[in-house]
């Protein structure tokens, strides 16, 4: 990122929209003091819409029911053990040698 004098800007201005344009960031400074940047113009972009896919997804009767299997697992299953012999009780990943 280069730095150019505000006097020496107006001069060339043109030559620094096309830098800019070109994806070069160049400092606007006033006796040595940093006060703007040209940085390249992005267009806005349009905010994002759903419903694309209306009418495409669909959900099992049953989806939201809980599993008894994976509350097991949650609540009594290791969290890291190394081999089945270790005793059943509960480890944290922190235990993890």
């Known amino acids: 990122m280069k730095s150019i004098n505000i006097q020496a800007a107006k001069t060339h201005l043109s030559r620094l929209v096309e830098q800019v344009a070109a994806g070069e960031e160049i400092v606007l400074a006033k006796a040595g003091k940093p006060m703007a940047k040209l940085v390249p113009y992005v267009p806005a972009r349009q905010p994002r819409r759903g419903g694309q896919f ?40 922190e235990d993890k040698p």
Not at 55 to 64: D, F, L, R, S, Y
Not at 66 to 91: C, H, V
């Open 54 to 93: 209306k009418g495409q997804i669909w959900e099992a009767p049953n989806c939201w029911e809980p599993d008894e299997d994976i509350i097991k697992l949650m609540t009594e299953g290791p969290l890291y053990r190394q081999n089945a012999s270790e005793p059943k009780t509960p480890a944290v990943a």
